[in-house]
């Protein structure tokens, strides 16, 4: 399966660094450190919904979409950044990429995103 019209995107992955409360493990670093980059070849990314909660001190617009890649071993995990141009998303759900039970087929894998705004 491709994707003709698909689009660039990229996976960004923050570089590990040592615990502080524990120095014998490590934490994803901070967003503005060293990032893990991966272009993301054949892929897209698809309108899923928009909502605007608002209370009397803040407002804000939550957007869900979600990354479709035709390898379904695309390494992306949850904590992940996706960037597609200027538009940042954050992989916050298990990417999923299911397999026709009755004949193995797996055409793609559909990777939860979020954007928040406001």
């Known amino acids: 399966m491709e994707f003709p019209f698909g689009e660039p995107v990229v996976r960004e992955r923050r570089t590990p660094v040592t615990n502080p409360y524990d120095p014998g493990a490590t934490v994803p670093g901070p967003w503005d450190g060293p990032l893990d980059e991966l272009p993301i070849d054949g892929a897209f990314i698809g309108s899923s919904t ?51 039970p009755f004949t193995g087929w797996q055409p793609v894998v559909e990777i939860p995103l979020d954007m928040t705004e406001g």
């Open 50 to 100: 928009s909502t605007a909660p608002s209370d009397a001190t803040r407002q804000q617009v939550l957007t869900s979409k979600s990354l479709f890649c035709v390898d379904p071993a695309v390494d992306v995990q949850v904590g992940d950044r996706i960037r597609r141009g200027s538009e940042v998303y954050y992989v916050n759900a298990r990417p999923e990429a299911d397999t026709n």
